[in-house]
């Protein structure tokens, strides 16, 4: 199973960030979202498609349909420089699967 | 406060055994959770490893299944991964993990730790 995410996105300070995650069928499973940022442990920001753990900003939101995922985040600031990456399970497989990981600079 | 800490010799050579250790703080490793590794060899993606529940039950990649076993130590809230065989292509930055019950969502990970394979 073949998750495909943008290798970048960059965004102005203030404006929504929209970073897409595409597989086949994607939207019938659950998606989860991590964010790496240089010499730190990654972090959950998104679970099950569109919950927020706690600590994580309201600024952070997930969507999952059809064959694309979506993590959005609004009002970017500086801090929200890092790496993003889509992660699911694969049922089919037994097999955890990650997408390619996207970018996101802030301008 | 959950934490994840690797450790284990940053360099191997080739055909030895790559052995890592994760050690679990602010909560037991016997909770109702998988534990596992992940890594990330320069410029590629993440890559899933494997999967151990403390009573010893396994989920593994199939590509790197025959190289790999997985343990775990609950009097020493740990667990350890062992990789035979190495090559230069298991250079990478390997993380610890803890994921839910059912394996869905990682949702802990260690700050990673590099191994590179080299003579």
Same mark, same amino acid.
């Given at each position: 199973y073949v998750l495909t995410q943008p290798p970048s996105v960059s965004v102005a300070p203030g404006k929504t960030a929209r970073i897409t995650c595409g597989?086949?069928?994607?939207?019938?499973?659950s998606v989860h979202w991590h964010q790496r940022k240089p010499g730190q442990a990654p972090v959950l920001v998104i679970y099950y498609d569109n919950k927020r753990p706690s600590g994580i900003p309201e600024r952070f939101s997930g969507s999952n349909s059809a064959d694309t995922a979506t993590l959005t985040i609004s009002r970017v600031e500086v801090e929200d420089e890092a790496d993003y990456f889509c992660q699911v399970w694969d049922s089919s497989s037994d097999h955890v699967v990650f997408g390619g990981g996207t970018k996101l600079t802030v301008l | 406060q &959950?934490?994840?800490q690797e450790s284990g010799p940053g360099l191997v050579k080739p055909s030895d055994t790559l052995s890592l250790t994760c050690v679990v703080?602010?909560?037991?490793i016997?909770?109702?959770?998988?534990?596992g590794w992940i890594r990330q060899p320069p410029g590629k993606g993440l890559e899933w490893?494997?999967?151990?529940?403390y009573?010893?039950?396994?989920?593994s990649s199939p590509?790197?299944?025959?190289? &790999?076993?997985?343990s775990v130590d609950t009097s020493k809230n740990q667990f350890s991964l062992n990789l035979t065989s190495v090559t230069a292509v298991d250079t990478a930055l390997?993380?610890? &993990?803890?994921s839910g019950s059912d394996g869905y969502m990682i949702d802990y990970w260690g700050q990673g730790t590099l191994v590179t394979v080299s003579s």
């Open positions: 597989g086949n069928s994607i939207g019938t499973k | &959950v934490q994840l703080s602010g909560y037991s016997r909770n109702n959770n998988w534990w490893i494997g999967y151990i529940y009573s010893g039950s396994i989920y590509s790197l299944q025959s190289r &790999v076993t997985m390997y993380y610890c &993990v803890r």
